[in-house]
C-alpha cells in the first residue's frame, strides 16, 4: 500500500511541476508579446509624429508662398 501511495504522491508531484513549467513558458510567451506590442505602439506614435510635422511644414511652407 505504501509504494502504491509513494507513486500516486510522485505523479501527483511530476503532474504540478508539468503545469508549472507550462504556466511559466506561458507568461514569457505573453511577455514577449507585450514587448513586442510595445514596439509597434512606440513606432506608431514615431510615424504620427512625423506626418504630423510634414503636414505641418506643408502648410507653414503653404502660408509662407501667400504672403
Do not use: P, W
Not at 16 to 40: K, T
Amino acid at each position: 500500500m505504501d509504494t502504491i501511495e509513494q507513486q500516486s504522491q510522485a505523479l501527483t508531484q511530476a503532474r504540478y511541476e508539468q503545469v508549472e513549467a507550462r504556466m511559466r513558458m506561458e507568461i514569457m510567451v505573453m511577455s514577449e508579446v507585450d514587448q513586442r506590442l510595445e514596439d509597434i505602439k512606440v513606432k506608431v506614435l514615431e510615424y504620427r509624429y512625423q506626418i504630423y510635422r510634414h503636414f505641418r511644414n506643408e502648410i507653414c511652407e503653404g502660408n509662407d508662398d501667400g504672403i
